[in-house]
C-alpha cells in the first residue's frame, strides 16, 4: 500500500470516527431588531420570548429551529373571556405571579409587609451573555424583582429558572415560586406522558390524552419520590410515535418537593408550570436576600419519542453530569446487599472478593452493615465508624485485597439518617425532623436529620469526609431510606429567629441546598470519588442530584423481568450511563420468580452492569458464563453507556429489542429478548436504527446458533429488513455485536 494511500485511509477513518452520528447544531440567541423579542435556538430547536404591550413577558414560540427570517412577533395580551377571565388568564405568559386576575398556576405567590399578596411583574431590562438571557422584572408597586434566566444548549435544551430578589427594606414571605411556565402551541389532539410507581416498581410509563383541566405530577415527601418523576413528554396523536413526529419534553432538577401542572384551557392552551411545590411551602426573604428556583428543562424534537429521549441523554452526558462533557464509564461492580444483608464481615467478603475479581469486575462495594451496631435496620444509622467485630482490623485489610484484585473499592452510606438507637442520636436528639409535641413517624426504624441546620450539615461533610480520606475509596452508594412525615425545625442554639414567620418551613429548600453543598465539597475534595444516588431504589433521580452524582440505583426490584419494565421507563428520562443494574439470583426475593443467569445478564446490560448474586453459591458452570457476559460487556460498554439509545420494541410486547449505536455508528449493540414464546411462533424481526446505510457492518452474535445469516450485511438492509433471530421457549434472550468495517463503505 502507497504511503500516500495509507495516509487517506487513515484520514478517511479518523474523520468517520470522530464524527458524531448527530452533528449538534450550535446555541444561540438572538435580539430581534426593534422589537424586544429573543430567539433561543440549539440543536432542531427554537424558543421565541418577547415583551408584549403591558410590558410582560409573553410566550411566543416553542417548536421546530427557525431560520433568521422566520420570527413571529409577540401577538400582545388577548382579550378576556367575559367577565370570568382575565387577559392574565387567557394570554401565554413566561411567568405570571398571583395578581389582576390571574386564575391559573401562578409562577409566584407573595405576601407584603402591607398585606397586599398580589402582585404584577413588568419588563425592566434583561441582558445577553453567552448562551444565557435574563429577562429582569419588577412588581409594579412593591420593592420586588424577578429576574428569568434562559440558557440554551446545542443538544436542544433549554433551561430556565427565576430568581426572588428583596430590593426593599422588609420582610417579603414567598408562599409559592416556580422555575418557569412553558406554554404550548394551541392543539387538541395532545397526549402526554408521565413516569409513576412506588418503591420496586419505579418507572412506569403512562400515557394518556391531555383533556381540559390540571393534571398535576409532584412529590410532598421531601425528595424527589418513587411515586412520580419530574419528567413530562407532550406529544401529538396520530402525528407521534417512537420514530417520528412533535415531542415536547422536559425535566426538573430538584431533589426535594417539587410540582408540575399541566394546564389545558377549554380552548386548548396548554401550560406547564413546574418548580417547588406550594404544599406546605414558605420562604422568608429578608431586605437584600434572594430565593434562586430549581432549574426547569425542557426541549422539543420532530424525531419522536425514540428521539427526545436521545437528545436528553446527550444533553446529560455533555452538560449535567458532574464529570461533562466526557463522563468516566461506570465499570463493572459487584455489590454485597443481596449476598451477605447485614452480615457484611472481613471474612466473608474476602471470599467474594476473589469471585468478583475472577469475573473481571472492577469495583466491589459492601454494602450496609459495615458500621456502628448495624446488625440490622433498628440501630447504627449516624455511627459512620468500622465496627470493630466485623472488620476487626479496620477496612485496610479487605482495601488492600480489593486493590491487589485489580478493583476499587465502594462502600455504602446513609448520612442524612439516623437511628434513634444509635450515638449520634443520643447525643443530638435535636438533629431531627419533629416538631415539639407530636409523636414521630418512624419508617425503616429511622428518621431523618435536618440537614438545613448548619451543624448537622457540617456534621455530614466531616464524617463522610474523614471515611473517605481516611480509606482508599472510589465510590459511595449514598443511600436515603425513608420519606419526610413530620417536617418540623426544632430550635436550638439562635435558630429562633430563623423559624419565626415561616415555622421553618425554609428547611424544604435549605435541605437540598446543603445536600447539594455536601456533595459538591466532597467531590471537590476527592476528586477521583464517584457517588450513586440511591433512595431504597428509585427515590431520588433528577437533575438536580446528577449534577453531583454519577449514577443511580433505579429500583430495589432486581427481578429481571421487571426489571425491563422499569428500565424501558427509567431510560425515556435518564441516560444509560446513569443506570445501575445488577444480576442477583434467581428465584428471585421479590417473587419467587427463576430466570436463567444469561437473561438476567442480558437484561442487566442496558446501562451500567453490576452483580449481587451470592457468588459463593454460584456453580462453576454459572461462574464461566458469568465471565463470558462480562468479557461482552466490556467490549461494548463505552457503546451501551455513551451511545444512542434505540428502542425497537417495547418491553410490552413480550420480546423487548433495545439497541445502541455509538456516536460515530462505527458499532452497535442489539439485545432480544423473549419473555414466553407462544404457538410456536418465530421471534419478530430485529428491524435496526441509526447505523451508517451505506457501510457494511460485521456481525458477531454472542450466540452463534441463533444467528444464521451472513456475517457482513450493510447497515441500509439491517434497517430495511432487520436480522432473523432464534429465539425460543421462555426467558430465551441474545445480544449481537456489530462493526462498521471502514474499507468496505460504499462509495
Ligand atoms: C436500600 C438500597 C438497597 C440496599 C439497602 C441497604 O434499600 O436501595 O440497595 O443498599 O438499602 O439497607
Same mark, same amino acid.
Given at each position: 500500500?502507497s504511503?500516500f494511500?495509507?495516509?487517506f485511509?487513515?484520514?478517511t477513518?479518523l474523520m468517520?470516527?470522530?464524527?458524531?452520528a448527530?452533528?449538534?447544531k450550535?446555541?444561540e440567541i438572538?435580539a430581534?431588531p426593534?422589537?424586544?423579542?429573543?430567539?433561543l435556538?440549539?440543536?432542531?430547536?427554537?424558543?421565541?420570548?418577547?415583551?408584549?404591550?403591558e410590558?410582560?413577558?409573553?410566550?411566543?414560540?416553542?417548536?421546530?429551529?427557525l431560520?433568521?427570517s422566520?420570527?413571529?412577533?409577540?401577538?400582545?395580551m388577548r382579550?378576556?373571556?367575559?367577565?370570568?377571565e382575565?387577559p392574565m388568564?387567557?394570554?401565554p405568559?413566561?411567568? !405570571?405571579?398571583?395578581g389582576a386576575?390571574l386564575?391559573?398556576e401562578?409562577?409566584?405567590?407573595? &405576601?407584603?409587609?402591607n398585606?397586599?399578596?398580589?402582585?404584577?411583574?413588568k419588563?425592566?431590562?434583561?441582558?445577553?451573555e453567552a448562551n444565557r438571557?435574563e429577562?429582569v $422584572?419588577?412588581?409594579?408597586?412593591?420593592?420586588?424583582?424577578?429576574?428569568?434566566?434562559y440558557?440554551m444548549?446545542?443538544e436542544?435544551v433549554l433551561?430556565?429558572?427565576?430568581?426572588?430578589?428583596?430590593?426593599?427594606?422588609?420582610?417579603?414571605?414567598i408562599?409559592?415560586a !416556580?422555575?418557569?411556565?412553558?406554554?404550548?402551541?394551541r392543539?387538541?389532539?395532545?397526549?402526554?406522558s408521565w413516569?409513576?410507581g412506588?418503591?420496586?416498581?419505579?418507572?412506569?410509563?403512562?400515557?394518556?390524552v391531555?383533556?381540559?383541566?390540571t393534571?398535576?405530577?409532584?412529590?410532598r415527601v421531601?425528595t424527589?419520590?418513587?411515586?412520580?418523576?419530574?419528567?413530562?413528554?407532550?406529544?401529538?396523536?396520530?402525528?407521534t410515535?417512537?420514530?417520528?413526529?412533535?415531542?415536547?419534553?422536559?425535566?426538573l432538577g430538584?431533589?426535594?418537593?417539587?410540582k408540575i401542572a399541566?394546564?389545558?384551557s377549554?380552548t386548548?392552551n396548554?401550560?406547564i408550570?413546574?418548580?417547588?411545590?406550594?404544599?406546605?411551602?414558605?420562604?422568608?426573604l429578608?431586605?437584600g436576600? !434572594?430565593?434562586?428556583t430549581?432549574k426547569f428543562?425542557?426541549?422539543f424534537?420532530?424525531g419522536?419519542m425514540?428521539? !427526545?429521549?436521545?437528545?436528553?441523554?446527550?444533553?446529560q452526558l455533555?452538560?449535567?453530569?458532574?464529570?461533562?462533557?466526557?463522563?468516566?464509564?461506570r465499570?463493572v461492580?459487584?455489590?454485597?446487599?443481596?449476598?451477605?444483608?447485614?452480615?457484611v464481615?472481613?471474612?466473608?467478603?474476602?471470599a467474594?472478593?476473589?469471585?468478583a475479581a475472577?469475573?473481571?469486575v472492577?469495583?466491589?462495594?459492601?454494602?450496609?452493615?459495615?458500621?456502628?451496631s448495624?446488625?440490622?435496620?433498628?440501630?447504627?444509622?449516624g455511627?459512620?465508624?468500622v465496627? +470493630?467485630?466485623k472488620?476487626?482490623?479496620?477496612?485496610k485489610?479487605l482495601i488492600?485485597?480489593v486493590?491487589? +484484585?485489580?478493583?476499587d473499592?465502594?462502600?455504602? #452510606?446513609?448520612p442524612?439518617?439516623?437511628n434513634?438507637?444509635?450515638?449520634?442520636?443520643?447525643?443530638?436528639?435535636?438533629?431531627?425532623?419533629?416538631?415539639p409535641?407530636r409523636?414521630?413517624?418512624?419508617?425503616?426504624h429511622?428518621?431523618?436529620?435536618n440537614l438545613?441546620k448548619?451543624?448537622?450539615?457540617?456534621?455530614?461533610f466531616s464524617?463522610?469526609?474523614?471515611l473517605v480520606t481516611?480509606?482508599?475509596?472510589?465510590?459511595?452508594?449514598? &443511600?436515603y431510606?425513608?420519606?419526610? +412525615?413530620?417536617?418540623?425545625w426544632l430550635?436550638?442554639?439562635?435558630?429562633?429567629d430563623?423559624?419565626n414567620g415561616?415555622?421553618g418551613?425554609?428547611v424544604?429548600?435549605d435541605?437540598?441546598r446543603?445536600?447539594?453543598?455536601?456533595l459538591?465539597?466532597?467531590?471537590k475534595k476527592?476528586p477521583?470519588?464517584?457517588?450513586?444516588s440511591?433512595?431504597g431504589?428509585g427515590?431520588?433521580?433528577?437533575?438536580?442530584i446528577?449534577r453531583f452524582?454519577?449514577?443511580t440505583?433505579?429500583s430495589?426490584n432486581? =427481578?429481571?423481568?421487571?426489571?425491563?419494565?422499569?428500565?424501558y421507563?427509567?431510560?425515556?428520562?435518564y441516560?444509560?450511563?446513569?443506570?445501575?443494574?445488577?444480576?442477583?439470583?434467581?428465584p428471585n426475593g421479590f =417473587?419467587?420468580r427463576?430466570?436463567?443467569?444469561?437473561?438476567r445478564?442480558?437484561?442487566?446490560?442496558?446501562g451500567?452492569?453490576?452483580i449481587?448474586?451470592?457468588?459463593?453459591?454460584?456453580?462453576?458452570?454459572?461462574?464461566?458464563?458469568?465471565? %463470558?457476559?462480562?468479557?461482552?460487556y466490556?467490549? #461494548?460498554?463505552?457503546t451501551i453507556?455513551?451511545?444512542?439509545?434505540?428502542?425497537l420494541?417495547?418491553p410490552? %410486547?413480550?420480546?423487548?429489542?433495545v439497541?445502541y449505536v455509538?456516536?460515530?455508528?462505527?458499532?452497535?449493540?442489539?439485545?432480544?429478548?423473549l419473555?414466553?414464546?407462544?404457538?410456536?411462533?418465530?421471534y419478530?424481526?430485529?428491524? $435496526?436504527q441509526?447505523?451508517?446505510?451505506?457501510?457494511m457492518y460485521r456481525?458477531y452474535?454472542?450466540d452463534?446458533?441463533?444467528?444464521?445469516?451472513?456475517d457482513?450485511?450493510a447497515?441500509?438492509?439491517?434497517?430495511?429488513?432487520g436480522?432473523?433471530?432464534?429465539l425460543?421457549?421462555?426467558?430465551?434472550?441474545?445480544?449481537?455485536?456489530l462493526?462498521?468495517?471502514?474499507?468496505?463503505?460504499?462509495?
Amino acid at each position: 500500500m502507497s504511503s500516500f494511500f495509507r495516509t487517506f485511509c487513515i484520514a478517511t477513518f479518523l474523520m468517520f470516527a470522530v464524527m458524531p452520528a448527530y452533528p449538534e447544531k450550535p446555541a444561540e440567541i438572538r435580539a430581534i431588531p426593534g422589537r424586544i423579542e429573543w430567539v433561543l435556538s440549539g440543536g432542531n430547536m427554537s424558543y421565541v420570548v418577547g415583551i408584549n404591550d403591558e410590558k410582560m413577558p409573553q410566550s411566543v414560540y416553542f417548536g421546530r429551529r427557525l431560520s433568521e427570517s422566520a420570527v413571529p412577533p409577540v401577538a400582545g395580551m388577548r382579550p378576556g373571556w367575559a367577565s370570568f377571565e382575565t387577559p392574565m388568564t387567557t394570554t401565554p405568559l413566561e411567568y !405570571a405571579a398571583w395578581g389582576a386576575g390571574l386564575a391559573l398556576e401562578p409562577a409566584l405567590k407573595v &405576601d407584603s409587609a402591607n398585606g397586599d399578596r398580589t402582585l404584577i411583574l413588568k419588563y425592566m431590562s434583561s441582558q445577553i451573555e453567552a448562551n444565557r438571557l435574563e429577562i429582569v $422584572l419588577k412588581d409594579t408597586t412593591q420593592p420586588l424583582k424577578v429576574h428569568l434566566f434562559y440558557e440554551m444548549f446545542p443538544e436542544g435544551v433549554l433551561a430556565r429558572w427565576s430568581r426572588i430578589e428583596n430590593v426593599g427594606r422588609q420582610t417579603f414571605k414567598i408562599d409559592q415560586a !416556580a422555575s418557569a411556565t412553558w406554554n404550548l402551541p394551541r392543539a387538541s389532539n395532545y397526549e402526554w406522558s408521565w413516569l409513576a410507581g412506588r418503591w420496586a416498581a419505579e418507572w412506569q410509563l403512562h400515557t394518556a390524552v391531555l383533556q381540559p383541566g390540571t393534571q398535576v405530577l409532584e412529590s410532598r415527601v421531601g425528595t424527589t419520590s418513587h411515586t412520580t418523576n419530574p419528567w413530562f413528554e407532550v406529544h401529538q396523536a396520530g402525528l407521534t410515535t417512537e420514530q417520528s413526529g412533535p415531542v415536547w419534553f422536559g425535566e426538573l432538577g430538584w431533589s426535594g418537593n417539587w410540582k408540575i401542572a399541566v394546564e389545558v384551557s377549554s380552548t386548548y392552551n396548554v401550560r406547564i408550570t413546574g418548580g417547588y411545590n406550594p404544599f406546605d411551602f414558605g420562604f422568608r426573604l429578608p431586605p437584600g436576600q !434572594a430565593l434562586e428556583t430549581p432549574k426547569f428543562y425542557a426541549g422539543f424534537t420532530e424525531g419522536g419519542m425514540g428521539e !427526545a429521549s436521545r437528545v436528553l441523554h446527550r444533553f446529560q452526558l455533555a452538560e449535567l453530569l458532574p464529570s461533562h462533557p466526557r463522563p468516566k464509564l461506570r465499570p463493572v461492580l459487584f455489590d454485597s446487599w443481596e449476598s451477605t444483608r447485614f452480615n457484611v464481615a472481613e471474612q466473608n467478603q474476602m471470599a467474594l472478593v476473589d469471585l468478583a475479581a475472577k469475573l473481571g469486575v472492577e469495583r466491589f462495594v459492601i454494602d450496609d452493615g459495615w458500621f456502628g451496631s448495624r446488625n440490622s435496620d433498628h440501630s447504627g444509622l449516624g455511627d459512620w465508624f468500622v465496627n +470493630s467485630e466485623k472488620f476487626p482490623h479496620g477496612l485496610k485489610p479487605l482495601i488492600e485485597r480489593v486493590h491487589a +484484585s485489580g478493583m476499587d473499592f465502594g462502600i455504602w #452510606v446513609e448520612p442524612e439518617m439516623v437511628n434513634p438507637d444509635s450515638d449520634l442520636y443520643r447525643r443530638h436528639p435535636d438533629w431531627v425532623l419533629a416538631f415539639p409535641d407530636r409523636q414521630r413517624t418512624e419508617e425503616r426504624h429511622q428518621l431523618v436529620l435536618n440537614l438545613a441546620k448548619p451543624e448537622v450539615k457540617e456534621y455530614v461533610f466531616s464524617v463522610i469526609d474523614r471515611l473517605v480520606t481516611e480509606n482508599s475509596i472510589a465510590f459511595l452508594k449514598w &443511600d436515603y431510606n425513608r420519606t419526610w +412525615s413530620e417536617p418540623g425545625w426544632l430550635a436550638g442554639g439562635n435558630e429562633t429567629d430563623q423559624i419565626n414567620g415561616t415555622e421553618g418551613r425554609e428547611v424544604y429548600v435549605d435541605y437540598v441546598r446543603n445536600l447539594y453543598d455536601i456533595l459538591a465539597r466532597l467531590r471537590k475534595k476527592h476528586p477521583n470519588l464517584d457517588i450513586e444516588s440511591c433512595a431504597g431504589g428509585g427515590g431520588r433521580v433528577d437533575l438536580g442530584i446528577l449534577r453531583f452524582t454519577d449514577e443511580t440505583w433505579p429500583s430495589d426490584n432486581t =427481578d429481571a423481568l421487571d426489571r425491563l419494565n422499569i428500565q424501558y421507563g427509567y431510560l425515556h428520562a435518564y441516560a444509560p450511563q446513569t443506570m445501575m443494574s445488577w444480576v442477583t439470583d434467581s428465584p428471585n426475593g421479590f =417473587d419467587h420468580r427463576f430466570i436463567p443467569l444469561k437473561f438476567r445478564f442480558l437484561a442487566a446490560m442496558q446501562g451500567g452492569l453490576g452483580i449481587g448474586g451470592a457468588l459463593d453459591h454460584w456453580s462453576a458452570d454459572d461462574l464461566a458464563l458469568g465471565e %463470558t457476559m462480562v468479557r461482552f460487556y466490556k467490549s #461494548v460498554q463505552g457503546t451501551i453507556q455513551q451511545g444512542s439509545l434505540y428502542r425497537l420494541s417495547p418491553p410490552s %410486547t413480550g420480546a423487548e429489542q433495545v439497541e445502541y449505536v455509538s456516536q460515530d455508528s462505527s458499532q452497535a449493540v442489539v439485545f432480544a429478548y423473549l419473555q414466553a414464546q407462544h404457538n410456536a411462533l418465530t421471534y419478530p424481526r430485529v428491524v $435496526l436504527q441509526g447505523l451508517a446505510p451505506d457501510s457494511m457492518y460485521r456481525l458477531y452474535p454472542l450466540d452463534p446458533e441463533k444467528y444464521k445469516g451472513p456475517d457482513t450485511v450493510a447497515g441500509s438492509l439491517l434497517m430495511g429488513e432487520g436480522l432473523e433471530l432464534n429465539l425460543e421457549g421462555d426467558y430465551a434472550a441474545t445480544v449481537v455485536r456489530l462493526e462498521r468495517l471502514h474499507e468496505e463503505r460504499r462509495p
